[in-house]
Structure formats: structure tokens, C-alpha cells
């Protein structure tokens, strides 16, 4: 079946660091993937998606590119800040340009300090 | 506009009670989708509604889940005899449509049920 893999965190860095949380997949046929961001006591916010392999997205300065070669989808930010202080978390959907039934990574606890 | 909003925000419920937990889409959103997230299992998939239809019941853990959604709109989660192990937050969410270039899926936020 679908299934998602991410790093464990949780991630503490510096205001400033670079930032990587890997992500990987499994999937038959072709999965939209998609990066989701839980703020401290706010609900699920979507962050950037990618429909089909090679496509970047981006928002906010977090980039992700869709890799079918390596199946991954690992999430970056060059500079990072306080406000980044969130849990993320990479999902995916069984369809291409289509999300019946998002199946999501356990997460990864990100902690900027000033 | 008004996002997904969900009711209540907290429940407290004695084992053995049934709960019903309710989703008010993003209006005009024609799909929903109801999740659970607990320390445990993460972030899981219960059913998915397209209009008033659930093509995808595979999430629920049980027959005392059930869920319905009328009039494409309001939809509730109802949970029988609930059980410790029904304590979670429970995230209902709504998309534009399920393919095509809106299907991006917008969350509320949550119904955090607890069960003594």
C-alpha cells in the first residue's frame, strides 16, 4: 500500500540555519505530494505541493521537489526563522492532480531558537 | 472567507457514550474528508465524502464509526460506546473538488475528544 516516510525529529536549529526534513514514499502509479504545517495550537495548513515528478514547489521560502527516481520529496529552507517553529508533516495522495485520501508521515517537530 | 469549522472544539465523554462530531465545509466545497490524529498512529484517514456520497469508507476502525452528510454540506462523525482508544483530535477537511486543479485540501480545527 501507500506509505510515507519521514525523519524523525525533533529538529532544533539556529535563526538562519539551513533546513532539511527528508521525506520518502511508496506509492503505486502517481502520487500528488504535499507538505502540511501544524503551527502550535492551530490546525493542518498546506504548504506546498507537487503534482507530477520533477515539479518544485514552493512557498514561504520551503522548497520540495518530486523525485520519482529516489522517491522523495524532501522539504528545504535556506534561512530559517522563530515563526518556522511548527510540525510538518509530507503526505501523499494516490492520484496524480487528485487527493481521495491523503496518507501522511508521522511528522517532525521543528524548534527554531532566536 | 470562512473556513472549515468544527464542532465542538473539545469533548469529554464517559466510556460507553455515543459522541457525534460536526464539520461545516468551506461553502461550495463539493468533497469532505474526516482524519484522526493521536500520539499513537499520527495522522489517519478515516472517509471521504463527494457530495452526499462516501466512495471511500476504508479508514474506519470500526462499526461503531459512522459518519453522513447531507445536503453536500454539514457532516457529522458519530461514534458509538466510544473507548479509551477513541481519544484523539478529530480533523475534518474540505476540497473544491477531488481532482483537477483545485483539490487541495483545507483543514478545520479539530475536535479534540477525550474519553474517561
Known amino acids: 500500500g501507500n506509505s510515507v516516510t519521514q525523519m524523525e525529529g525533533p529538529v532544533t536549529l539556529s535563526e538562519e540555519a539551513f533546513l532539511t526534513i527528508n521525506c520518502t514514499y511508496t506509492?503505486?502509479?502517481?502520487?500528488?505530494l504535499f507538505w502540511y504545517v501544524q503551527y502550535p495550537g492551530e490546525g493542518l495548513q498546506l504548504l506546498l505541493k507537487?503534482?507530477?515528478?520533477?515539479d518544485k514547489g514552493s512557498n514561504k521560502g520551503f522548497e520540495a521537489t518530486y523525485r520519482k527516481e529516489t522517491t522523495s520529496f524532501h522539504l528545504e529552507k535556506g534561512s530559517v526563522q522563530v515563526s518556522d517553529s511548527a510540525v510538518y508533516f509530507c503526505?501523499?495522495?494516490?492520484?496524480?492532480?487528485?487527493?481521495?485520501?491523503?496518507?501522511f508521515g508521522k511528522g517532525t517537530k521543528l524548534t527554531v531558537n532566536p | 472567507g470562512a473556513g472549515v469549522s468544527q464542532s465542538p472544539s473539545n469533548k469529554v465523554t464517559e466510556k460507553g457514550k455515543d459522541v457525534e462530531l460536526r464539520c461545516d465545509p468551506i461553502?461550495?466545497?463539493?468533497?469532505l474528508y474526516w482524519y484522526r490524529q493521536s500520539l499513537g498512529q499520527g495522522l489517519e484517514f478515516l472517509i471521504y465524502?463527494?457530495?452526499?456520497?462516501?466512495?471511500?469508507k476504508s479508514g474506519l476502525p470500526s462499526d461503531r464509526f459512522s459518519a453522513e452528510r447531507t445536503g453536500g454540506s454539514v457532516s457529522t462523525l458519530t461514534i458509538q460506546r466510544t473507548q479509551q482508544e477513541d481519544s484523539a483530535v478529530y480533523l475534518c477537511?474540505?476540497?473544491?473538488?477531488?481532482?483537477?486543479?483545485?483539490?487541495?485540501?483545507?483543514f478545520g480545527p479539530g475536535t479534540r475528544l477525550t474519553v474517561t
Open positions: 477537511a474540505s476540497s473544491l473538488a477531488v481532482r483537477g486543479p483545485s483539490y487541495e485540501q483545507y
Open positions: 506509492a503505486t502509479g502517481y502520487p500528488s
Open positions: 507537487a503534482t507530477k515528478a520533477d
Open positions: 503526505a501523499l495522495s494516490r492520484t496524480q492532480g487528485g487527493s481521495e485520501k491523503l496518507v
Open positions: 461553502s461550495g466545497h463539493t468533497a
Open positions: 465524502f463527494q457530495g452526499n456520497s462516501a466512495p471511500d
